[in-house]
């Protein structure tokens, strides 16, 4: 703004005087910027409860007058605006003055602190604390305004939008029909297939929960628009890409309709038959390696909780050994071990709308079992528990394996039919080297299924045993530290120097054969590290080629 800009508003902020979204002070270079924050938190929320673009505090103007006396505060431009920074810093969540204005007046220095609402949803706090106002005064924040501000986004979903110019001919044939088939099949015992085959279109997506009153929703699109009527929903994108990764590399896009592409994508994962035990002529298991309805769960459950408003794709990533899926928006409810013993049920959903559909077409259930039945499954299948990775920051991801990792996983598994699923998530921990309470430890040694010690513990041999396997458990067992590092060590004694290749070819064939080969040479290379730091070892040749030799110091 320039200063006529300012003066305009300066007299509308006088004329209206002190409310909720305005405050004046005289303030002098003293002024204490733990003060500002207080105002600064309480017009924020009462700016967003009023639904005003923005709040006011004013510095210059005589409180009782209503006169411009002027104001001493921060003279300096750069330390004036450096209170910007002050204010980012001690707010939760942060943010600061949307712009600070210095008006001259002739009566002296007025600076306007423009102050943005807080955010939908959420009540900007000061040093911890939530600050309000009660007309002129200064208070803190009650809950009833603390739940009227955080109740604000329960309402909406984005799902739930009507896409003002869609019709029905922006809805693929194909997916209508499956659609009426899946409602079908989970209402069989209340309309008859015929029946619901010959209501009428508009009837029928309504009563699926698809569409409102006949108007065409996201979720219409989302699960049943022709590919080109996805930019109804631009610029938020509705797709899925799967990508290969490893010798063979190849991707692919898919968008609505996703009724039927998750189909499409399910198909274009490779999925032969394995044996889980392949030496075993007593226990021939064949197995595919992955289960449809695992995947089709993993994949549903993505495009269920995806925040559509983050601008990014759902992502499947097929490796070697391992499925991941990938999608925007924290859990949102609970964390994926609430869910693995399918004891809790959501309350509220991100999507809330979409999900509904989603259960009335029998893609995904709305009591939270699907978490549970995943795990049910690949137990069954005597397969390793899916993993889900929270580290980044709005992300989830989960890893569905097609591998074994630990033989003996499987043969206990096999032989203890009796075991319970939270048993087998603890021998699943084991056998990847997570923690495991200590409690849970106790149990599972008393059942003589774990042996070791921590950290080391690894799955029981006895399974082996049973079976006359014993060799082809212990190629699965790892070794400690110790072992490998010592074969390295005599190896540099005997031939003074050796390549990364040497090394790998060394410690190859006896590292856990549970272990793929990214694993193993992470492994090496960690041991090569932790050798180097410890001077044991160095390298005389360069990063990309080195030339390993024993430290003659440490030799000394």
């Known amino acids: 703004m320039n ?46 409860l009023r639904n005003c673009h923005s709040a006011w505090l004013v510095f210059g103007v005589d409180n009782d007058s209503k006169n411009i006396i002027g104001t001493d505060y921060r003279p300096e431009h750069e330390r004036l605006q450096s209170l910007k920074i002050q204010i980012a810093n001690n707010t939760d969540p942060s943010i600061t003055f949307r712009n600070i204005y210095e008006y001259k007046d002739d009566c002296g220095r007025v600076i306007l602190f423009e102050i943005p609402q807080a955010p939908r949803g959420i009540p900007i706090a000061w040093k911890g604390h939530y600050y309000s106002r009660a007309g002129e005064s200064l208070t803190s924040l009650g809950l009833e305004k603390q739940d009227d501000i955080r109740q604000q986004t329960l309402g909406s979903d984005w799902t739930a939008g009507i896409v ?44 699926a929960r698809i569409t409102q009153q006949g108007k065409i929703t996201r979720t219409a699109i989302i699960l049943l628009g022709k590919p080109e009527s996805a930019y109804y929903l631009l610029p938020y994108p509705a797709q899925i890409t799967w990508k290969l990764e490893g010798i063979d590399k190849a991707y692919e896009h898919f968008g609505p309709p996703f009724l039927l592409n998750t189909t499409i994508i399910y198909r274009k994962i ?86 509904q559909a989603m259960a009335e077409l029998n893609m995904i259930d709305t009591m939270g079992y699907g978490i549970y039945e995943m ?58 080297g997570h923690s495991v309470p200590e409690e849970t430890i106790h149990r599972l040694r008393r059942a003589k299924l774990i042996e070791g010690r921590k950290p080391n513990l690894y799955l029981s ?38 390549s990364r290749e040497e090394i790998n070819y060394l410690l190859w064939d006896k590292l856990s054969d549970g272990l793929d080969d990214e694993q193993k040479t992470n492994r090496i290379s960690n041991l090569l590290t932790k050798l180097r730091r410890s001077g044991h070892i160095k390298n005389i040749g360069s990063k990309k080629a080195p030339d390993w030799i024993i430290n003659e110091n440490d030799a000394e």
């Not at 409602?183 to 209501?199: C, P």
């Not at 309805?293 to 909780?305: D, P, W």
């Not at 992502?315 to 991941?324: A, D, G, P």
């Open 164 to 207: 003002p110019h869609a019709t029905l001919n922006d809805l693929h044939s194909d997916a209508i029909q499956k659609a009426r088939e899946s409602f079908a099949l989970k209402y069989k015992n209340r309309f008859s297939f015929d029946e619901i085959m010959n209501w009428p279109l508009e009837t029928f997506l309504d009563r």
């Open 375 to 432: 795990y049910k499954e690949q137990a069954r299948r005597y397969f390793p528990m899916p993993d889900y990775d929270l580290s980044e920051s709005g992300v989830v991801k989960l890893k569905i394996y097609g591998k074994v990792i630990d033989p003996a996983y499987s043969l206990l598994l096999i032989q203890n039919k009796e075991l319970t699923l939270k048993d087998i998530i603890a021998l699943d921990h084991i056998q990847k």
């Open 461 to 498: 041999a006895s399974a082996a045993i049973t079976t006359g396997k014993k060799s082809d458990y212990i190629k699965t067992r790892a070794q400690d530290d110790k072992f490998y590092a010592k074969l390295i060590i005599d190896y540099l004694s005997e031939f003074e120097c050796a």
């Open 270 to 355: 490779r999925n032969y038959q394995m044996r889980i035990l392949p030496f075993d002529e007593l226990i021939p298991l064949e197995v595919s390696k992955y289960d449809q309805k695992v995947i089709h769960e993993a994949l549903h459950n993505c495009i269920a909780h995806q925040d559509y408003r983050k601008n990014s794709r759902i992502i499947v990533t097929e490796s070697t050994n391992f499925l991941q899926f990938e999608n925007e928006g924290d859990f949102y409810e609970g964390q994926p071990d609430d869910y693995t013993m399918g004891n809790k049920t959501p309350r509220k959903y991100r999507n809330s709308f979409l999900t």
């Open 3 to 48: 200063q006529t800009e300012l003066k305009k508003l300066l007299n509308e902020l006088i004329n209206r005087w002190e409310d909720e979204i305005t405050e004046f002070k005289q303030a002098g270079d003293n002024f204490s910027t733990s003060d500002i924050g207080k105002y600064f938190s309480a017009l924020a929320n009462e700016a967003n």
